[in-house]
């Protein structure tokens, strides 16, 4: 189901609704307020600022639910007289752990917050002082500098859960509300506290800005920080790889021998020197301390961090098969990978690649360069079924075939067996035997959320983020493979751009933008063929297909139509137009004017439509 990539406000509405069947009501207090005289409450959305930043929402599914259930405030809220008098506001249970909900008391809009498992709530008041927008509710709740804060969903300034005082500027603060929770009850007294305001002010000096993965996603986020605000931060990298940082977009043709090592270097040591960052190479963080804002190497470093990036990546998945830790077994992930495969090509001749989805028939094409022997074994009916329907995925198979490289779909590995150590064989399970010098699996991957899960961070199948890239922690960002944002991971690269530049914005101080998941287009990198694919091939609900099978020639495209939009295309022998349909997926455009004339691509098409 298609989610929209914003939520409306929580707000407060006294009309038998939705929000009432999803929320449960804060019951009055019975026989302590008057039931007559007060106005009705107003609903918080009325009361945003109609031209504020975008509002960063925690996604469902993708964070602890910083925003919490709707709460309703009851009519005679508003009507207290006695500011000093204590008002019932909800069951503790009503507030859901380390999130907000907002309330209004006393014609007053405040945030109550619940952090973990305690008996303790915090009332500020919701206005955010920076934006003027009433959504601190939304806000994030963490530890830093050793205080319990909550974090600005607009700007990201840090306040206070006990004093209310702005972390980052002295000059503002929140106004922080008496509260109590009595048997299972929290109570507020809509008077605000004298609290204690350090004099704190901002300093001048750099904050200190650590970065874990020095993959695309993260170096690319490093990048545009540097163009937005060049001297706001003291950079520090640590990578596990021991050089600088590559494009692993092409190691398909690093394998084949079409580009060499230096052809995908992106940023050598001396780059990094150049752009004052220290590059801590062939070493990875251990532990992240986040009560001391600390990263601890395997080394032995310690690093203090103002600001966190984690862009861990993934790993390879490996099946819990027999002979899996053989010598001559490879994942197809870093250049590590790549070395060891060639070296394996000096000395045999037959390579089996486990999976047929994109990265394998890639591995398979560049070890057929390299004069190997090589067979392919996909558990599915057919290759590349993620991206391809049946005929593309037909017309592909052919055309590998015809290079001399073995397909067997339908077919299950069962064990891979050795001599002396080495692989020799791998065996399917009807009991068939391939020779093999090598094997390459590329039957998927995993985020790698180790090192989040063990600091504390929320994680599910990646690092749970909201729109911001920002982690449960606000000082914590995430981004590429390693993450989770509105129940979806990203294995492709081009999510990874936008989750960049969001989060350099963001660390930046340029205001709040939010990450939306982009149209994915797949192309496959082997010479020679030419697919693509971006959208949905196979959707549920009705559609129609525009389709051009020229057998001749070997071209093939479908364009899948609903509701007059372009939702897919799957082209096959002729992809020069696939950054297009993949435009017209993403804008939803209307094709009404070109529908006839679609095939044959946009010079065409958009030529006759004027």
Partial sequence: MKMSSELSPHSFSHKTSAAQASAPKTRAAENSL????????LAVENSLPKTSAPKILAAENSLPNTSAPETLAPENFSAVSDP???????????????????????????ALFRVGQEQRVYALSNQDPFSQACVMSRGILGDLQGERVVASPMYKQHFSLATGRCLEDASQHLLVYPCKVVAGTVWVRPQPQKTYLTAATRSTQPLKLVLIGNGLAGMRCLEDVLDMAPHHYQITVIGAEAHGNYNRILLSPLLSGEKHFDDIMLHDPAWYREKGIELIAGDVAVQIKRSLKQVHTQSGRVLDYDRLILATGSRPFIPPLPGTDLQGVYPFRNIQDVQGMLQSCASGRHAVVIGGGLLGLEAAYGLHQRGMQVTVIHLMDRIMERQLDQRAS???QQSLEQRGIQIL???QTQALLGEVGHVRQVQLKDGGLMTADMVVFAVGIRPE?????????ACERGILVNDTMQSFDPSIYAVGECIQHRGQTYGLVEPLWGQAFVCASHLAEHGSLSFKAPTMPTQLKVSGVEVFSAGQFDPSEPHEDIILNDEKR???????????RVIGAVLFGDTEDGAWYAELIADQTPITAIRHKLLFGRDFAMKQAR
């Fill in 84 to 110: 000093t008098a204590w008002v019932e506001v909800c069951a503790l249970d009503q507030i859901t752990e380390n999130t907000g909900v907002a309330a209004m008391i006393a014609q007053t809009q405040m």
């Fill in 409 to 411: 779909t339908s077919a």
């Fill in 554 to 564: 070997q071209i093939y495209k479908r364009i899948i139509l609903q509701q007059d």
């Fill in 394 to 396: 037909q017309m592909l």
């Fill in 34 to 41: 008057p039931k007559t005289s007060a106005p009705k409450t």
């Fill in 449 to 457: 959320i180790n090192l989040a899960q063990a600091a504390g961070l």
